[in-house]
């Protein structure tokens, strides 16, 4: 059977001693979550995933969910029984705002609580992951009534949330959405149509389910402009916000999936059931796209939670087995072979994974403090920064961080031989429960379009000149630091890399809008090695100044980051001038055929 | 559902305009395979495969193979009667000898078949390929009396095949196996152990099993040279050479797989089961190694196979699926949206695939075509030449074919989004399919050793400079030719790296090999790419050939060729100066960490 231990550790290096998590002390909610609180609260939150979630995973993989012939949705066996721990536990509401029953804490420390979370068991950390994007949403399109009643049932996790978008012939074209929404003269509006991929859309662990559902008002315009966004509870809210009525809404079958059995993922049948408005009318994807983002980020997180899990096991298997002999002669003479982790090969494996593994959760720990920052800071300024950051890094997380996660998935899996295909030892599933962060949310060849269509020149290409400038100044800054400057040369070329594939975009996308296309998916891998890279040089710097001051605590753990920062650069960050080499292809070559001709 | 076209017209373009199969028709077997006849049989072979396999693989998925509590195994529904067809119409033993009721056709035409049918259904194809498997084996190291019993009955497909060679504690290391042999005075032995991850180790679709079983002789050398390898039917030959009684080898569970489910796979318990040495005593590696070399090619052209269905199923969706609009202005004006086919990215994930599809398939019959030279040809030097072309593109074609297949299955379902995430599209089946091709038949990393460490060495490095050679002249001899000529370019500085890595591992390997362990994996799929992109070179210069001589008969088949060549080169050929700087990295920083620092 998989284990998992949570990075604690790591996550508190990440906030002390790279990335200042105390000089965010004046915002809201940092104040009272002193790093001693921090660590406490998420050592909690690790023993939950480690001894709760993680045994639960394998479980709900076998069973899955089941639909009995009236839609009712039962979820697999001990997935209520956590639900109601974390619930009572108030970890739902761990960022959510204190007015309607949340704790108020930094946004980071729920981001650090996913990773957990999804390592330890992805298809579980759906169903409370669902509930705080419905109630990121709320938060900021609900009027205050709709907000007291429903985002506080969220927040408690007495009721759960989900969100409403694909449809049978749409799920990335939104504009195309079929689905009706009839006003009926009272604010409420009858809903008809059908939703499908509809994750946790019915299941048995809240009493009632929040349904944010994007529908077209009767004579809305065509297009995307003309759809707007419903909550549709599974019972309406009686006088006292109880469940009462059983609204007609209901889950026509589950899909059968590659993984994440243990979440129902539903079409969703809406057959005039009631809703209410959120936000404006026809302003329905404006008001989902914070829920995506919230969503996206939740699930680059999870890419980076599944490759950290699969590591783990692959490490813990490579320690144990005993294989061959290492090339430079018996480690373990008394055995009868080797553990595999002498070879070089499995050591590339494992240090690949890693390396990423631990540069992937510095950069959403450093995106997180920014999405603090951006929600809380009085300085308009740095709110405006750290939201510009947000903007850009968010297709970079979902895109590279679930690309890489399934990889490293894979990777991982292939170190147990045919041990890691059967399905008893546990690598399959991360495998197939990995692979779905790479298409939902926006499949990630939409990041990559997101990236370079949108994010890119936003703003006459603010967010990008000043991580380059970030990037760069610290290049220089750091030119004499002894225990850094061998990183800085790859680190270097790497941004020379991105800064040339920017400027060909520049120079060749506005008038062949297909050449942005055509390198849009290398682009995004490229802008990740480089943050990635960036993440790497800040942890070498900061462990190289604990190892300097005599105190660190932990001399083998800085050593430890210093090794594997240097492997990073040696080995991940040439991936660059691949991709600006694919990139200053273009589009000629690919457009050049005929539909027919592929 | 999904669909299969066998890409015969492309195969019968690399045999006669690519690969000169003419040239090989003083080859025994050959004459009588005229370019007509081939056509004519790989049609045959075409049709059933998708006419019969393709709609029998979702089911096989579905269904998997069940055991009963007696150890008898049953096979998915539909599995029988297709696989009595094939057996009655010859194709297990197309190309074995026809002294034991073979049709002594080219190896080739083989290769042939088993792509098409690892493409249509991968799970039923292992069956009568182990058969071929262990048909090889016998053919080269058994008596002529085991030869007339058994190799002829694998020909007719009566009986079947297996390969067993893992343990519970070994698969890698077959120096370690427990598995015992006591011999009984009378010619036979007494085998017992347990051997795991047994393919078709147990079915219905035969009468007889017959158990090629690596063991150790009571009192034979410790470790690789005191194992043995023996003949083990399930039921006794009786005088007739028909099943007799029940020998005491059984299945004693079924493995649960990723996939890959409608193959029996098998715990194999032998008690005291009866069993006769195949080869000499204590050189049964020797004897398996025969086997393995026949099933990597073969798993080699599974993961081609994984590839192309899961390309044709992604085009298919491609060119259907309406879903926004092209960057340059509608191209479905009429439609509420464009075919998916119109944006780059799409065009760059097809394109990638097919481009790597088309390549392999000439380096497979490339190959293919040396296997029968140098098993048939009286020219010694041609027979030579042609088995250090095989010795060493066996390695290649497994670990480059299979790792890129597999990545591609996963490219070609991210295409369809949700829909490919679902099992009921069916791309999940090739992505679960395709994972274990990776796996067994020696893992990818132990393909990637026995490039760098066996075959590179051998013989003073002969096989691979012959192909430095080869390349190289192509290069010069072409560099007028206009139409290929823009490709040399590319082609050549990926032969630059290889040539360049090579020379790094004879400088940096001889005396730290942990160094040529470090960068195995990465000289591998440089060394792939590298041929592959020779393959392209060659397959353009042939297409151009055929347009210059204004009867190609099918100038846009020949047009495209010239434009995936080209896409080739711009996009994957790059591929190669990243390989070679991570080799060049060496093994220093990932050797210099402790095992449990990990």
Known sequence: MPSYKAPVQDVMFLLNDVLGYESHGNLPGFADATPDLVEAILSEGARF??????????????????????????????????????????????????????????????????????????????????????????????????????????????????????????????????????????????????????????????????????????GAPEGTKGISLFIVPKFLPDGDGKPGARNPVSCGSLEEKMGIHGNATCVMNYDGATGWLLGEENRGLNAMFVMMNEARLAVGIQGLGQSEVAYQNALAYARDRLQGRSLTGPKNPDGKADPIIVHPDVRRTLLSIRTFNEAARALVLWTALKSDTSHRSDDKAAAQAADDHMGLMTPVIKGVLTDKGFDNAVAAQQMLGGHGYIEEWGMSQFVRDARITMIYEGANGIQALDLVGRKLPRDGGRAVMAFFNEVGTFLKDNAGEEAVAPLLGPMKAGLDDLQKATMWFMNNAMAEPDNAGAGSTDYMHLFGTVALGYMWARMAKASAAALASGASGDDRFHETKLTLARYFMERHMPETSLRLSRISAGAETMMGLDADAF
């Open 49 to 218: 995933c480690e001894e709760v979630l993680a045994p639960l995973n394998p479980v709900g993989d076998r069973a899955g969910c089941t639909r009995d012939g009236e839609g009712n949705v039962t979820t697999p066996k001990g997935f209520k029984e956590a639900y109601e721990t974390y619930r009572e536990n108030g970890w739902i509401a761990l960022s959510m705002p204190e007015e309607f029953g949340g704790q108020g804490l930094p946004t980071t420390l729920n981001s650090i609580i996913q990773e957990f979370m999804s390592a330890a068991n992805l298809a579980w950390g759906m169903y409370p992951g669902l509930s705080q994007g419905a109630a990121a949403a709320l938060a900021v399109h609900g009027s205050q009534e709709q907000k007291a009643l429903y985002l506080s049932k969220l927040a408690s996790g007495e009721w759960s949330g989900t969100m409403n978008l694909t449809e049978p012939h749409c799920g990335t074209d939104l504009g195309l959405i079929k689905s009706k929404a009839v006003p009926q003269g009272d604010g409420s509006y009858k809903i008809s149509g059908q939703k499908i991929f509809i994750s946790a859309g019915e299941h048995d662990l809240t009493e009632n389910i929040v349904h944010l559902v994007l529908a077209r008002i009767e």
